[in-house]
């Protein structure tokens, strides 16, 4: 998202003229009724994938479904607030009925209440509940439903590089979140509790927290965390986790700013979690189509 890091420049990996995947391969994205949501949903259904698209708004989740139906693309819908729940409950009963089983799913859905120059943590509780609490609760309702086969299934996490350990400046924190072989989801927890209470006290400032969108970065560093100890967890069981950072992209939540549309993030997306077996990583953290190692970050 907004950062004074050099932007990389947009460039998708090319695709393999031997496609793994087929219309029988199922997609979940999240938070998908407009932006770089959207826009993936759209070129995995233009790539022949079966895509579910998810949005909080049904009124606007059916529109954004019709008006690709109107495209001549076949999409599902299915109304869903990771930030609840019942909603996540609802929509996992849904899925295993209808498709059964899932090979890729892109955490999208987030949100952030600062404009581009503003930094209020006055809503970091539902920032956190929703960005890094709903994510998680979502992908480990749907873990049991993962095909695991030799072309392996997917979880692609948008992130941002907002949350990479080097916008935090706490040392204590810092060097937790860094320690690979320790890293544990206590630990996460302990750091988003201490983070809020930081928030309801007013300390949040001096305490070494990211300083720019804070609340939102912090909820991208949590789920960072998370997406490296769910990667370690699941080598070689037929599941691959990786975080992506589409960069400073033209969506509602820039103000329409940025360096590149969601069309042109999502391209670079829909070609990372579509990579073949035998080129696809786990527990890296892609900033545009750069690949970065989190032991590097």
Same mark, same amino acid.
């Given at each position: ?10 460039? =998708? ?6 496609? #793994?995947?087929? *219309? ?38 059916? *529109? ?53 120059? %503003? ?20 992908? %480990? ?5 993962? !095909? ?26 810092? %060097?937790?979140? +860094?320690?690979?072989? !320790? ?22 400032? =001096?305490?070494? #927290? ?22 370690? !967890?699941?080598? +070689? ?41 035998? %080129? ?7 900033? +545009?189509?750069?690949? =970065? ?5």
């Amino acid at each position: 998202m907004v950062s004074k890091d050099p932007e990389p420049i947009l460039s =998708s990996p090319s695709l393999p003229t031997s496609r #793994w995947w087929s *219309k029988e391969t199922v997609a979940v994205v999240t938070g998908a009724n407009k932006g770089i949501g959207f826009a993936l949903v759209k070129r995995l259904a233009e790539l022949g994938v079966t895509v579910i698209l998810t949005a909080r708004d049904n009124v606007k989740g059916l *529109k954004a479904v019709e008006s690709l139906i109107d495209q001549g693309l076949h999409v599902h819908f299915f109304c869903l607030d990771v930030s609840e729940l019942v909603s996540i409950k609802a929509f996992a009963s849904w899925f295993q009925e209808t498709f059964g089983v899932l090979d890729i799913l892109v955490n999208n859905a987030a949100v952030s209440f600062n404009d581009i120059h %503003e930094n209020s943590v006055e809503h970091a509780e539902t920032v956190m509940k929703t960005n890094f609490y709903g994510t998680k609760l979502l992908t %480990e309702t749907l873990l049991p439903m993962f !095909r695991r086969s030799a072309s392996m299934s997917r979880i692609l996490n948008i992130s941002s590089r907002l949350g990479l350990l080097n916008k935090l400046q706490n040392p204590s924190i810092r %060097e937790t979140l +860094g320690d690979e072989e !320790r890293l544990s989801e206590d630990h996460i927890q302990d750091m988003v509790v201490t983070f809020l209470d930081d928030v309801k006290s007013g300390t949040w400032r =001096s305490k070494g #927290w990211p300083k720019v969108w804070t609340d939102y970065a912090v909820s991208k560093l949590a789920l960072n965390a998370y997406s490296r100890i769910m990667a370690k !967890r699941y080598q +070689g069981r037929g599941l691959s986790v990786n975080c992506f950072c589409p960069g400073f992209t033209q969506t509602s939540m820039t103000r329409g700013k940025g360096d590149h549309t969601a069309d042109a993030a999502a391209a670079v997306g829909a070609d990372l979690v579509l990579l073949p077996p035998e %080129e696809l990583p786990t527990g890296k953290f892609y900033i +545009g189509s750069r690949l =970065s190692a989190y032991s590097k970050l």
